[in-house]
């Protein structure tokens, strides 16, 4: 065992200093300061390559119907290798940038092949889209695959429904989603209140909540998402792409999300788009690290992101991880992702290789 020593470690919100940290490792390294846990993305679609047009839009459903895409979503839904691919580069983007956590939506099957395919990822949150249309997850078929990986679902991992909207989902649909999530005892989420208030109209359709609602966005009412026992998941960053405006209080949200990494980026960019809404404070720097994994109920020892000047710069977003440590296991150290040997420029080309291919072949 290595041992990782740390001058100023912000340690699941509490500020230690001069700490050693046993991890998986054969040398002993030195940082300045770290977090523990890591950034924690709790709201990403990785197949997301192109959202329309920026800003003036009043709510999610005006979106929706009016935006003008240049790819065909539902082809690329459909591909399973190439939602695979977009999901790995995701994933690779946001562990190289200090996620140790991630809960992705979209296609089932993609997801769950990107993570088996690589040899290191960040804790991930499997939350697949649930709709009544074609080339979506129906509630049977995310059960199924819950049973079918249940031994994998150990802290490291986790599935659960993430049911699109109201408008969005036929009531059998979610109703089907949110009673078998009950069951399972995994996590409910979906895009709620996206400027349209809608908290009275949901808890209609599932009657009282079971404590395991986690609201994305809650633009409109956010005091009645908080009220009603919701964890709540803050957008910033396509919020104010979208609607030029967004959650202002600390109080009103549990954790951050990134929404479209591909697009805007990844949970860093989101954080530093939250500290210039919010300013930098340490327990907004809680809410992205150690939020994410209290909504979704994850494990968080051996996670860490190391830096090599001090938490105030941390803090306020303006630094790059010097190392990245998931479950005690260093899996980036100085700007290489170790297993694969891919520096931040070859994991960006990735992800460009990944969006360039998804034009190519479903592009309008």
């Known amino acids: 065992m290595g041992v990782i020593e740390v001058s100023e470690l912000l340690d699941h919100g509490v500020l230690r200093r001069n700490v050693k940290i046993p991890y998986n490792g054969s040398e002993d390294l030195y940082f300045v300061s770290a977090i523990a846990p890591g950034f924690s993305d709790a709201h990403a679609h990785p197949q997301v390559i192109d959202v329309g047009e920026k800003g003036g839009w009043r709510h999610s459903y005006e979106w929706l119907e009016n935006r003008k895409l240049r790819v065909n979503e539902a082809g690329i839904r459909r591909d399973k290798e190439l939602s695979s691919l977009l999901t790995k580069a995701t994933l690779l983007k946001s562990l190289m940038e200090g996620a140790t956590l991630i809960a992705v939506t979209g296609s089932l099957e993609g997801n769950i092949s990107a993570i088996l395919s690589l040899p290191a ?25 819950h049973v079918k990986y249940l031994s994998r679902w150990d802290g490291y991992f986790n599935m659960g429904f993430f049911v699109h909207s109201l408008r969005k989902t036929g009531k059998s649909f979610l109703v089907a989603s949110y009673k078998t999530a009950i069951k399972l005892g995994v996590p409910f989420a979906i895009h709620l209140s996206e400027g349209v208030d809608e908290t009275e109209s949901f808890i209609e359709v599932i009657g009282e909540p079971a404590g395991n609602v986690v609201a994305v966005h809650c633009l409109e009412g956010a005091e009645k998402c908080k009220r009603f026992g919701f964890k709540v998941v803050h957008c910033p960053t396509s919020n104010l792409y979208l609607y030029e ?50 909504v ?40 290489v992702m170790i297993d694969l040997n891919l520096s931040s420029q070859d994991i960006e080309k990735v992800k460009e290789q990944a969006v360039r291919l998804a034009f190519e072949q479903y592009g309008i």
Do not use: C
């Open 296 to 335: 979704f109920g994850m494990k968080t020892s051996g996670d860490i992101v190391a830096f090599d000047e001090n938490l105030d710069k941390v803090m306020r977003g303006e630094l790059k991880p010097r190392a990245v440590v998931v479950n005690g296991r260093l899996v980036v150290y100085e700007n």
């Open 121 to 145: 990822t960040p804790r991930v949150v499997v939350l697949p889209t649930v709709m009544d249309r074609e080339g979506w997850s129906t509630p049977e078929r995310v059960y199924a695959e």
């Open 245 to 294: 405006r967004t959650l202002r209080g600390l109080g009103l949200f549990d954790a951050l999300g990134s929404d479209w990494p591909l697009v805007t980026g990844t949970i860093a960019k989101t954080y530093r788009d939250a500290v210039a809404v919010h300013g930098a404070s340490y327990e907004l720097l809680q809410k992205a690290t150690l939020g994410g994994y209290r």
